[in-house]
């Protein structure tokens, strides 16, 4: 027999909070007075506040009155290390914004300036209540690690392009099978290869061929807008998609940030793969790029394709705010359709809880407060005069809440914010670290880039 005493059960009880119940499918409803009950990160019950909490050692207790639990939402497709560039690519082309700014100053980066970047843009998505990002950037070591220091939860995929080479390839395949299940399982990971149109053929299929060896999914920029697509069937007679469904991509199973250019042809390709794919909508850069169409929403949810929310970098979309975001799904989407009764704020909050939970492959551990789920929580205070007066705190989270509203933040059971407070990193050394780094960034006048935007 082991004489090993086995560690003590971590528990937590939020206590007499609303909670926001996220079904599969219907209406989203307001459960009054609910205590959270959580265990080892797990939600073990949520039920009428008030009752005997069990057996065990005495657990922290938060007070919940008067706020709203909200599951953790899930910032669907980003780049976290952008918020050092954030501002600094303005009015401007897609053109110009890939190869007169934001590419030469990627050029720039350090490993330190990559940390830097991720821990700050941690704090932030910490303060907004996002607990779960899907990241796609270059030093992915160095994001992994700013994600074990601040407790959040993330899917990393290292970016990949075809003229970095065949080391560069294998770096990544390395970089998943050394991370995949990390920091307690909340860093997984993803294989990044950047776009079809850089990246080649031979080496999406041998990136889908690593994916479906170590059971990963690949996160990809696919069909970012329609002129993309046009440009794939000038080229090569076939579309973004396509491409991503003959190098075996889609099989292996997909994140495809934007889709703005997925057509109708496009539509069965990815029905024949819905269980495993799913398209990132970050409406903020497509209207700040003048781009249009959007991503064509109630066509991939009616092909059964999971949609997601994010906010892409920070260098496009300024914040990596998902209530942000998931406002200007809601109100893109009815303009787009010409229809005010479609996307509900019960189908938009589904979007970014739910639905960013499957797109990462997590719908079974987060994305909604049930028991048995992580216990991912977010506490919203909506007694701001900006909500008031309450008629429905759905459309209150939808079209009224701030990341401001955000007061405590819970992930995987360890709270990392509480009332208004950071407890996981130090919030002004972290801006200090980052100024000094901005200026060597920024500059551009060493005319290199880490590629040319030619799609």
């Not at 899917?155 to 990544?172: K, V, W």
């Not at 991370?179 to 399982?185: L, N, Q, T, Y």
């Not at 409406?283 to 949609?307: D, F, I, N, Q, W």
């Not at 509900?344 to 909604?368: P, Q, W």
Request: glycine share 10%.
């Amino acid at each position: 027999m082991s004489d090993r005493t086995p560690p003590p059960t971590r528990r937590l009880l939020v206590s007499g909070c609303d909670v926001l119940r996220v079904p599969p499918r219907g209406e989203c409803e307001v459960l009054p007075a609910q205590d959270i009950v959580v265990a080892d990160g797990v939600i073990e019950d949520v039920r009428p506040t008030g009752g005997p909490f069990g057996p065990g050692p005495a657990a922290d207790v938060i007070d919940g009155r008067g706020l709203l639990a909200v599951p953790g939402l899930v910032n669907a497709h980003t780049h976290s290390p952008m918020v050092l560039m954030r501002g600094a690519a303005e009015d401007v082309t897609v053109e110009g914004w890939f190869n007169d700014r934001v590419w030469p100053m990627e050029s720039n980066l350090t490993p330190a300036d990559v940390r830097a970047g991720a821990r700050l843009a941690c704090a932030e998505m910490i303060r907004s209540g996002v607990t779960t990002f899907a990241d796609h950037y270059f030093f992915p070591e160095q994001i992994a690690e700013a994600v074990t220091e601040t407790g959040l939860r993330a899917d990393i995929a290292p970016t990949y392009f075809s003229s970095r080479g065949q080391e560069a390839l294998e770096d990544t395949v390395r970089f998943a099978e050394a991370w995949h299940g990390g920091a307690d399982g909340r860093v997984t990971v993803s294989l990044g290869p950047h776009a079809p149109y850089t990246v080649d053929d031979g080496d999406l299929r041998t990136l889908a061929g690593h994916a479906r060896r170590l059971g990963l999914r690949m996160h990809i920029h696919a069909a970012e807008h329609l002129e993309q697509t046009h440009s794939s069937l000038d080229r090569r007679g076939i579309t973004p998609i396509r491409v991503l469904h003959e190098t075996g991509v889609l099989e292996a199973g997909a994140l495809i940030a934007h889709g703005c250019g997925i057509v109708e042809d496009d539509l069965p390709l990815l029905a024949e793969y819905a269980g495993t794919t799913a398209v990132a909508c970050c409406p903020k850069v497509y209207l700040k790029h003048a781009l249009s169409p959007l991503t064509p929403v109630r066509e991939l949810l009616g092909a059964g394709v999971t949609v997601a929310v994010g906010t892409d970098g920070a260098a496009g979309h300024n914040t990596l705010d998902v209530w942000e975001a998931l406002r200007l799904v809601a109100l893109t989407q009815k303009q787009a359709v010409r229809d005010a009764t479609w996307m509900t704020v019960s189908d938009t909050l589904r979007l970014a809880m739910r639905g960013g939970a499957r797109a990462l492959g997590l719908e079974k551990e987060i994305g909604a407060l049930e028991p048995g789920m992580r216990a991912d929580i977010v506490l919203t205070d909506l007694s701001g005069l900006h909500c008031r007066p309450l008629h429905d705190p759905r459309a209150a989270l939808v079209y009224s809440a701030r990341a401001s509203d955000v007061r405590t933040v819970v992930v995987d059971g360890r709270v990392l914010m509480r009332d208004g407070r950071l407890l996981t990193v130090d919030e002004p050394a972290l801006l200090a670290e980052a100024d000094t780094r901005v200026a060597r960034i920024l500059d551009t006048s060493h005319g290199g880039a880490v590629q040319h935007y030619d799609p």
